[in-house]
């Protein structure tokens, strides 16, 4: 039998929490009293990014393995967590435009679009082309969990895969005669971009409200007009589209 010689663990010591407490360093001086704020609401997006993407590696697992029950629980969760980092925002909204003005200067360049856990939520997720990868890169090795689910297809081609060894399609989940367990997670997919187009569009507002709409960002974008753009993107073009498909020959109710 081995003894643990470490000292008794405590709340603070297992959490690292006077660690974490040094961590916002506020760069006004004098330090201005709303920049705790913004440090912290970005901090804890940062966190709850971390454990998505802890997330979004466990369901290319269990997609890749066809493992349906599985992906619809991690779909639970990472819905509740991109809920979570959305509505978190509106502690922002409480940022009053004049007194964000007195402390912008001191961030420098820094900017939420050189957020790389940011990127690889939307990469993992299937946004893949060179610009979304890009920032990625500029940050040095990506971590093993990114790297790898990168190298497998999209979460869409997993699902559709995943489709096909039940030798089923979208067409039928969506026309057949009960919910079965794989339209909940074609469901729970919508559910994900939906939560994360509403991360997007409470962001935007919240820049609008803060910023105006015609500000440029500290990233060196034109600011909510770049960000409005950034609400078209989609991860799963294709569950998008399945629906269109049983409205284009159905007669106009007007
Ligand atoms: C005072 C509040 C905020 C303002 C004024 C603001 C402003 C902006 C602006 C103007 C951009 C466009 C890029 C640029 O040129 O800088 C941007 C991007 C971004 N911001 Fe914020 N932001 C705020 C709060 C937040 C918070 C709390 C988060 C949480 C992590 C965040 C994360 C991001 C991310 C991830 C992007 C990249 C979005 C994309 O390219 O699609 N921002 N922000």
Redesign the pocket.
């Known amino acids: 039998m081995t003894t643990d010689h470490r000292p008794e663990l405590t709340y603070g010591t297992y959490l690292k929490v006077d660690e974490l407490l040094q961590l916002q360093a506020a760069r006004s001086v004098p330090e201005h009293p709303d920049e705790l704020l913004?440090i912290v609401?970005?901090q804890a997006?940062?966190l709850w990014?971390k454990v998505i993407l802890r997330e979004l590696d466990n369901l290319t697992d269990h997609l890749g393995a066809a493992a349906t029950v599985k992906a619809l629980h991690t779909m639970r969760r990472l819905n509740a967590l991109v809920r979570i980092?959305s509505d978190?925002?509106s502690a922002?909204d409480t940022?009053p435009p004049q007194r964000?003005a007195q402390f912008?200067g001191y961030l420098g360049s820094s900017?939420?679009?050189q957020?790389h856990q940011?990127r690889a939520i939307?990469a993992m997720s299937g946004l893949r082309e060179e610009h979304f990868l890009a920032v990625l890169r500029e940050h040095g090795p990506v971590p093993p969990s990114v790297g790898r689910a990168l190298a497998q297809p999209t979460l869409q081609s997993l699902f559709l895969k995943l489709l096909a060894t039940r030798g089923t399609t979208l067409e039928q989940l969506y026309l057949g005669p009960g919910p079965t367990a794989e339209f909940l997670l074609a469901e729970a997919l919508i559910e994900y971009e939906q939560g994360f187009q509403r991360w997007?569009y409470l962001?935007v507002q919240?820049?609008e409200r803060?910023?105006g709409p015609d500000?440029?960002?500290?990233?060196?974008?034109?600011?909510?007009r770049?960000?409005q753009h950034?609400l078209r993107q989609r991860f799963f073009p294709d569950l998008w589209d399945v629906r269109r498909r049983f409205f284009e020959s159905a007669p106009s109710a007007s």
Do not use: K
């Open positions: 913004f609401v970005h997006s940062e990014f980092v978190q925002l922002l940022l964000f912008r900017s939420g679009g957020s940011f939307e997007r962001h919240l820049v803060i910023i500000t440029g960002g500290t990233g060196g974008t034109l600011g909510a770049y960000l950034t």
